[in-house]
């Protein structure tokens, strides 16, 4: 049939496709689309780089270790008084008996020093309350130090302040790992099911793109702006609070890089299936829940009972958070790490291979 | 390979020529879904440059067969061969060569319509380059304009931009024009004319009759997952032994009209009642009005509406289901 000859000669006439430049090869496009999909959308931009920083500042801000703070005391008489100011912890207020008791009883001091016929002094304050208790010790010896007595003992102070050891430290590398998780499930999760419900996937894959592409593309996507994202959180821990990083840069790459790479796959394992945006958003909480609670971002997970223990180790966050504070606070480096980048990989393997079985693509 | 498709020809007597050189050869074809038999038994020849149409009620089928066509569906009996290719053996090759057009895509309503169709475009080995089909479906004063902002013509012919990136020998379009205003309709019908001229293949299901008579070679009548009808519009038009209709009512109490009466008639074919009004198949439109008149007037029934319009692949719908292709 004279068509049907015409037809295939024009499949065979038609010049080979030539060499086509990068930014048109299919992976590239893909990638692509999967960033401008991101940046032009301001909410996911929030989440994901703002609020991190914005949750950090909050804490660091609420929690952060004040200064020795000064005890306001009162006194009744100037020689006492003058001895007690010899202490530069102390607030000494010179005062007459009954404004002393008036200051007292208001709480703009918390003891009263009050001078007695025979040299004794009595101290006016409340013993329930640890800052009344605090202030009589240390006016007490600041009186008797003054008076001429001395310690039997010598001793030194060496205070501890140094970064490394604060809340702020002990947080950065908590949000860090929370953060990896949100933007691995939801930035997988939600763009597939979205794509699922609009049809989108279906169509894709009625046209020749390389499926495998497809889901490679948001991991590159993702290792890109997760990089981004951990230089934007340490970045701000170092430079407003001097959270410390002591491993090496190149091994935190790593290990963020297999965290991301193992939430990914949970998000991907997340939207295999679901094919609404309400669907994937419960699924997705109850996944994310157990680790906010028990994975140790705020407080230390070691809180939980012995008993919940193993639950909370096999978490993959609880395992990336730790491993992240041990490189991160203590420079620990990875072969150190075995356990948790072990649990780790594990969640990865389990999860992508999973996620391939089960996925369905309309 | 060859000897085989000799051998289906043969067996079904359908076609002299080898099925293989069709563009598209559909044999035996059956999907079932849990417990409704969406397509059954169905065969198809789409014949080199033709533009086919598949025509039927929401449920008769027409997605089924189309998307199993598409290889997004698998049947579940049944042989489906396109340019000569098997979606068992040559997927990648097909999926190169097919344009595809699915109902009710939304494309990604953050990208421009630029972005959209150099993504598409990055799929295939070769077509035109993405300014070229942008600008054949008339969006070059959109190409940067996100998708998201589109109206509902300019989304549907982006899509169109979509399948055609490709170059594709066979173009599925499904429910090209549904939910479209006639401006935008007629777009996109001028979009389809101008591929088909080019001499390619076109697939497209509809459930407006207009469209089907206007844009298809041919066309199926699908109902319950079973063609009815096939043939031209005018070849379909014709069976019905009707070029024109007559519809009429009455006053109210002054009917029922005698169906009988009426089919004796000069020139009308076939008289039914339906809602209360009545409708006539008339082969000779001027005579049949006449007479119609004369049977009124003599039975002292005022007429209330007279209209007449000529035979449509509705009436042929009608005619052969006792339904109309828009009940749902």
Redesign the interface.
């Known amino acids: 049939?004279s068509?049907?000859?015409?037809?295939?000669e024009?499949?065979e006439i038609?010049?080979a496709?030539g060499r086509?430049p990068f930014i048109?090869?299919?992976l590239?496009?893909?990638t692509?689309?999967r960033f401008?999909?991101f940046w032009?959308?301001p909410e996911a931009v929030f989440w994901v780089f703002v609020f991190p920083i914005l949750l950090t500042t909050g804490l660091g801000i609420a929690f952060r270790n004040r200064p020795a703070d000064v005890v306001k005391v009162g006194a009744v008489g100037p020689q006492l008084a003058g001895a007690m100011r010899t202490n530069k912890s102390l607030s000494v207020e010179l005062l007459d008996r009954a404004a002393g008791e008036q200051a007292l009883r208001a709480g703009r001091i918390v003891l009263l020093a009050v001078p007695a016929a025979d040299g004794v002094v009595t101290y006016r304050y409340d013993d329930t309350n640890p800052e009344g208790r605090n202030a009589k010790l240390l006016v007490d010896r600041t009186v008797q130090h003054a008076a001429g007595a001395h310690d039997p003992v010598a001793a030194a102070d060496d205070l501890v302040r140094e970064p490394g050891s604060r809340y702020i430290d002990f947080l950065v590398p908590g949000l860090l790992g929370m953060n990896l998780m949100g933007s691995g499930i939801w930035g997988l999760g939600f763009a597939i099911v979205d794509?699922r419900r609009?049809?989108?996937l279906?169509?894709l894959?009625?046209?020749?793109?390389p499926r495998s592409q497809y889901l490679l593309s948001f991991l590159l996507a993702r290792l890109a702006m997760l990089y981004i994202e951990v230089a934007a959180l340490i970045g701000f821990g170092a430079w407003v609070f001097g959270v410390p990083v002591r491993g090496s840069l190149w091994e935190l790459a790593i290990l963020c890089l297999l965290s991301s790479l193992s939430f990914s796959a949970l998000g991907l394992l997340t939207a295999s299936r679901v094919r609404t945006i309400e669907g994937a958003s419960g699924l997705m909480n109850f996944i994310m829940l157990p680790m906010w609670i028990f994975s140790g971002v705020f407080f230390s997970s070691d809180r939980f009972p012995n008993m919940l223990q193993p639950f909370v180790r096999a978490l993959p966050l609880t395992a990336v958070i730790d491993a992240l504070r041990a490189q991160i606070l203590q420079g620990v480096s990875l072969s150190q790490l075995t356990p948790q980048l072990a649990i780790i990989t594990g969640w990865l393997v389990v999860c992508f291979f999973t996620a391939l079985k089960l996925f369905r693509w309309? | 390979m060859q000897l085989r498709n000799h051998d289906v020809a043969d067996d079904t007597g359908l076609m002299p020529t080898l099925p293989s050189r069709l563009p598209v050869c559909v044999r035996g074809l059956r999907k079932v879904y849990s417990d409704v038999v969406a397509v059954d038994g169905l065969d198809l020849d789409v014949r080199a440059g033709e533009c086919f149409g598949l025509l039927g009620p929401n449920g008769a089928g027409k997605t089924t067969t189309i998307e199993i066509c598409e290889g997004l569906t698998p049947q579940d009996a049944g042989t489906v061969e396109l340019l000569g290719l098997r979606w068992e053996t040559d997927a990648d090759e097909l999926r190169q060569r097919l344009g595809v057009q699915l109902q009710e895509t939304q494309l990604s309503e953050k990208l421009t319509v630029d972005e959209t169709v150099r993504l598409f475009r990055s799929f295939y080995r070769q077509g035109p380059s993405a300014s070229e089909v942008i600008a054949m479906v008339q969006l070059e004063e959109k190409h940067k304009s996100r998708v998201g902002g589109l109206s509902g013509g300019q989304k549907q012919r982006l899509a169109m931009a979509c399948a055609l990136v490709g170059d594709p020998d066979l173009l599925f379009l499904d429910e090209p024009t549904t939910g479209l205003d006639p401006q935008a309709r007629r777009q996109v019908w001028d979009l389809i004319e101008r591929f088909k001229s080019e001499g390619r293949n076109v697939i497209l299901t509809t459930h407006y009759m207009d469209e089907a008579e206007r844009l298809c070679d041919r066309v199926a009548v699908m109902d319950h997952g079973k063609i009815i009808a096939l043939g031209t519009p005018r070849e379909l038009i014709a069976s019905i032994g009707a070029e024109h209709m007559v519809e009429f009512s009455v006053v109210d109490g002054t009917g029922p009209v005698d169906l009988a009466a009426l089919e004796r008639l000069d020139g009308v074919r076939v008289a039914r009642c339906e809602n209360g009004g009545y409708q006539l198949h008339v082969s000779e439109l001027h005579r049949a009005v006449a007479a119609l008149f004369g049977e009124l007037s003599g039975r002292r029934i005022p007429l209330t509406e007279l209209r007449t319009h000529s035979a449509t692949l509705e009436d042929v719908f009608v005619s052969l289901t006792g339904r109309h292709l828009r009940d749902e």
């Open positions: 049939m068509e049907g000859t015409v037809l295939v024009t499949r038609r010049p496709a086509r048109e090869h299919s590239v496009q893909l692509l689309v401008r999909e032009r959308e794509a609009k049809k989108l279906k169509r894959i009625a046209s020749p793109m309309r």
